[in-house]
């Protein structure tokens, strides 16, 4: 018999739908697994009683015949969601055992279409990082290692819980979010598939803020196919999200076969930066031929502005973050340390409550929000970020989707570049450029590094045109026919 945790999302709601295995089945194996991979830290809470509960919600449903696009289907929900009556700390100290008393809308859209939770996904505190090393529950551990090699591996940030949990087989597939690369970085990192869309396509209701402009929820899963399935019951028009779009959802999941034949793929002159390894400038030429031989037509776009992106992001950023979390003050959620009066409480709480790098940040935050320096980072960075949206919109008139590397190497150890924050900051040269834009991006496994770990290459759509980023990613996964997974160690 199949091994049900092995299946991808659209052949798990196959079985589920013609009754070949109940969703109780699944979810108990599920359950088993998470149990039996506990040495990857990829959850932070587990649910099993309830996942059960709605498991059997759904096997009633499936009974009468009813039931929604995913219902039975066993998900991991990443710890930025708030979950009714679930713990959710955005693993960071400062929210203690803070227990949301309402849903985010994303986890309700995903419940209201019969999905069933398995629990809580590790990642960055505050979604702040590019390896899931500043998580307050400790390192989330990459399922892959390189060949011959047992070293620990990084699985990327933030979304570094939920990119080990689906590339584990932990579940079917899970959300994530992305605010300069938190999808598509762990996507890459462990051969799985990882879109952010358009921003202000799934709502921001109820997803613990880092930078309320570049924010942007979306899944991590196996195949495009199942990121399709899946983003597409992400999104929703939601009044309670002011930046939130009244927009249709076009058929995602039928444009995955749709091919290349006709489309103008751009490719960006600037991205062939100096730190690129060779590997990945090679697989990266390798998807060029790909589309070309599938009907695509290449063609050289320039975008100018691309090398100031990073610097820009890396104010912006922490700018809304340093907004959006002086909310932490002890008072209101989570953890409080008290001390002698007001401030000092205040203090005390965010010194021992907020981790280092989220620490870091807040303080660029602040400092560049500051009067006297206003002008010479937050503007600035704010004028860059309109050019590097210029600089793609003039692109956009000569080609229909932009492919580059998602990352510029594979996945790193543990410490390999946590002591340095720039050269961790490099990781995200390619994907922050989409969220200062707003566009669409996916992540999409490509390829295998001498070393023996995943890499990724990234396709860029025009804003709502994640139809361009599914037809093109759908056609580098076949024509990459990447089955490789990582050989069961924990
Ligand atoms: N690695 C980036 C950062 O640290 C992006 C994080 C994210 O997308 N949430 O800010």
Same mark, same amino acid.
């Given at each position: #018999?199949t091994?049900l945790?092995k299946l991808?999302? +659209?052949?798990a709601?196959?079985g ?10 699944i ?6 697994a ?5 040495v990857?830290?990829?959850y ?5 009683e309830?996942a ?5 919600? @759904?096997d009633? $449903? !499936? ?9 039975g289907?066993?998900l ?7 979950t ?6 955005a693993c =960071?100290g400062?929210?203690g055992e ?5 849903e ?5 859209n995903?419940w209201d279409?019969? %999905?069933?939770m398995?629990?809580k996904?590790? /990642?960055d ?6 390896s899931?090393?500043t ?5 989330v551990?990459?399922p892959?290692?390189?060949?011959g090699d047992n070293?620990?591996?990084?699985p990327?940030g933030s979304?570094?819980?939920? +990119?080990? =949990? ?5 579940c079917?597939?899970?959300t994530?979010?992305?605010?300069g690369?938190s999808?598509?970085?762990p996507?890459a990192?462990?051969g799985?598939?990882?879109i952010?869309p358009?921003y202000?396509?799934? =709502?921001?209701?109820g997803?613990v803020a880092?930078?309320?402009s570049l924010d942007? %929820?979306g899944p991590? +899963?196996?195949?495009?196919e199942?990121?399709? !399935?899946?983003?597409? *019951? #992400?999104?929703?028009h ?18 995955v076969?749709k091919g290349?034949?006709g #489309?103008r ?6 991205y062939r ?6 590997e /990945?400038n ?7 031929a790909?589309?070309?031989? +599938?009907g695509a037509? !290449? ?6 502005h691309t090398?100031?992106?990073?610097? %820009? ?5 922490? %700018? ?10 002890g008072?209101?959620y989570?953890a409080?340390v ?11 709480t965010r010194a =021992?409550?907020?981790?280092r790098?989220?620490q870091?940040?807040?303080? !660029? ?18 004028k860059v970020?309109?050019?590097?949206l210029?600089d793609?919109?003039?692109a956009?008139?000569?080609?229909d989707?932009?492919?580059?590397p998602t990352?510029?190497?594979?996945a ?10 720039v050269e961790?900051?490099?990781n995200?040269?390619f994907?922050v ?9 996916i992540?999409?496994? @490509?390829g295998?590094?001498s ?7 990234q396709?860029?759509?025009k ?7 599914f $037809? *093109? ?5 076949r024509?990459a026919?990447?089955v ?7």
């Amino acid at each position: #018999m199949t091994e049900l945790t092995k299946l991808t999302l +659209a052949e798990a709601l196959d079985g589920l739908k013609a009754k070949t295995f109940s969703s109780r089945e699944i979810t108990q194996d599920f359950i088993q697994a998470i149990e039996g991979a506990r040495v990857l830290n990829a959850y932070v809470v587990e649910t099993p009683e309830k996942a059960l509960a709605m498991a059997d919600t @759904a096997d009633a $449903r !499936i009974a009468k015949g009813e039931g929604g696009k995913l219902e039975g289907a066993p998900l991991g929900i990443k710890d930025l969601y708030c979950t009714k009556g679930v713990r959710t700390t955005a693993c =960071s100290g400062i929210l203690g055992e803070f227990t949301p008393t309402y849903e985010s809308t994303v986890t309700q859209n995903l419940w209201d279409a019969g %999905a069933v939770m398995l629990g809580k996904l590790n /990642m960055d505190e505050f979604a702040m990082g590019s390896s899931n090393e500043t998580s307050h529950f400790g390192n989330v551990i990459n399922p892959w290692r390189r060949t011959g090699d047992n070293q620990g591996l990084t699985p990327g940030g933030s979304s570094g819980g939920s +990119a080990s =949990s689906v590339a584990a087989n932990l579940c079917l597939a899970a959300t994530a979010s992305d605010t300069g690369g938190s999808i598509r970085q762990p996507a890459a990192f462990t051969g799985t598939v990882g879109i952010k869309p358009t921003y202000g396509r799934a =709502s921001r209701y109820g997803m613990v803020a880092f930078a309320s402009s570049l924010d942007q %929820a979306g899944p991590i +899963a196996k195949t495009v196919e199942d990121s399709a !399935i899946l983003l597409d *019951v #992400m999104c929703s028009h939601d009044p309670k999200d002011s930046t939130s779009l009244n927009v249709d959802t076009p058929d995602w999941r039928g444009d995955v076969a749709k091919g290349v034949k006709g #489309m103008r793929i751009g490719i960006p002159k600037e991205y062939r930066i100096d730190g690129l390894s060779d590997e /990945m400038n090679a697989l990266w030429d390798q998807g060029i031929a790909w589309l070309k031989a +599938a009907g695509a037509e !290449i063609v050289e776009i320039s975008l100018p502005h691309t090398k100031y992106a990073l610097p %820009a992001y890396y104010i912006v950023a922490p %700018a809304e973050a340093s907004s959006n979390l002086a909310r932490y003050d002890g008072m209101r959620y989570g953890a409080r340390v008290s001390g002698d009066n007001l401030t000092e409480t205040y203090e005390a709480t965010r010194a =021992s409550g907020f981790g280092r790098e989220v620490q870091r940040r807040l303080m !660029i935050g602040t400092y560049v929000l500051s009067s006297g320096y206003y002008d010479a980072y937050y503007l600035r960075a704010q004028k860059v970020r309109t050019k590097i949206l210029n600089d793609f919109v003039e692109a956009f008139e000569g080609c229909d989707a932009i492919l580059t590397p998602t990352c510029p190497s594979p996945a790193f150890a543990f410490g390999e570049k946590s002591g340095d924050p720039v050269e961790m900051y490099l990781n995200d040269v390619f994907t922050v450029t989409a969220n200062l834009a707003g566009l669409p991006g996916i992540s999409v496994p @490509a390829g295998l590094s001498s070393t023996g770990l995943p890499l990724g290459l990234q396709v860029i759509g025009k804003a709502l045109d994640e139809t361009a980023c599914f $037809r *093109v990613g759908g056609e580098l996964e076949r024509a990459a026919g990447f089955v490789a997974k990582p050989e069961k160690w924990w």
